[in-house]
């Protein structure tokens, strides 16, 4: 088990780091700046996922009379936002690749700072707990790391070797496929004991019903054509694992209850995404289309 747990993390790392580069090496300044420059659209999503997002997950908790440890688990995860899955499901789904790349990348920048105060609020307002303290710099860093510089480094061979962005391109969407099929089976192999420990409970369906709602929330706040609002649908009940496990790990000393509902709740967000992508991609061109925001 030891063994599976430090596989998963290998992959995880690795899926992180191609899926990031992959999408830098696919998208041009000029393409990244049309984005940013779009106020009025990353003010929603910015709304949708810092605000209305985990405001559901209280709500879902709250609807389904989750006990404790389910309940901390969900609001952890709604708090959470900018998981690198989601620029992985807008390659998937053939959408709006640069503009959920960068939604993706400014969530989890933001996101590392918001979340402390965000679970905080929740936990505290849900009757669960108080004066959740997180190191807000590490999660800083980590972003930093494992997602804004493999994607700075794809926009910069793009910028200045653009043949070495060509040809380095369909390897690291390769490497990102292939880490990501074996992040999900690694990720159900070290947690299928408490996955188990779930079936019956209300946790399950809970999870399914937050992320419904979140993937609505994420299309209806947005701007643009289709393609683009099911980019964003896709990105919002994907939540980054890393800052939830950090706050089981220091506010709720590994709580094993705790960590069995996070692992379930995050894997089942995956579970009915990406199925959800695959079907959207068949319905679409093979070449993602980008250009989406007029």
């Known amino acids: 088990m030891e063994f599976t747990a430090a596989a998963f993390n290998v992959a995880l790392v690795v899926f992180i780091v191609s899926t990031m580069l992959a999408a830098g090496l696919g998208t041009t300044l000029e393409q990244l700046t049309e984005v940013l420059r779009e106020g009025w659209l990353l003010l929603l999503v910015l709304v949708a996922n810092l605000i209305v997002v985990p405001l559901l997950g209280w709500g879902v908790a709250a609807a389904f009379g989750l006990g404790t440890s389910a309940a901390v688990a969900l609001l952890l995860v709604a708090s959470s936002p900018g998981a690198p899955f989601g620029a992985k499901v807008a390659m998937l789904q053939h959408g709006d690749v640069l503009t959920g790349t960068t939604v993706q990348v400014l969530l989890a920048a933001v996101g590392s700072v ?5 679970a905080n609020v929740l936990v505290d307002r849900a009757g669960l707990g108080s004066d959740l303290s997180l190191p807000v710099a590490d999660l800083v860093l980590s972003v930093a790391v494992l997602q804004l510089v493999p994607f700075a480094v ?3 061979l793009l910028r200045w070797t653009a043949a070495v ?3 380095w391109g369909p390897m690291a969407e390769k490497v ?3 880490s990501l099929a ?3 089976a690694l990720g ?3 947690s299928w004991e408490q996955i188990v420990s779930l079936i019956g409970s209300l946790t399950l369906l809970s999870a399914a019903a937050f992320t419904a709602l979140a993937a609505i929330a994420g299309g209806v706040l947005s701007t643009g054509p289709r393609v683009r609002r099911t980019t964003m649908a896709g990105i919002a009940p994907l939540r980054n694992a890393g800052p939830a496990f950090a706050a089981v790990a220091i506010a709720f000393d590994n709580d094993p209850a705790i960590l069995a509902a996070l692992t379930g709740i995050l894997l089942v967000g995956l579970v009915l995404t990406l199925p959800a992508a695959a079907r959207l991609a068949k319905t679409r061109p093979e070449t993602a289309p980008q250009d989406v925001h007029g």
């Open 165 to 167: 962005a060509t040809s």
């Open 154 to 156: 794809g926009l910069s």
């Open 182 to 184: 074996a992040v999900f």
């Open 114 to 118: 918001t979340f402390p105060l965000t």
């Open 188 to 190: 159900v192999g070290s």
């Open 176 to 178: 990102s496929s292939l």
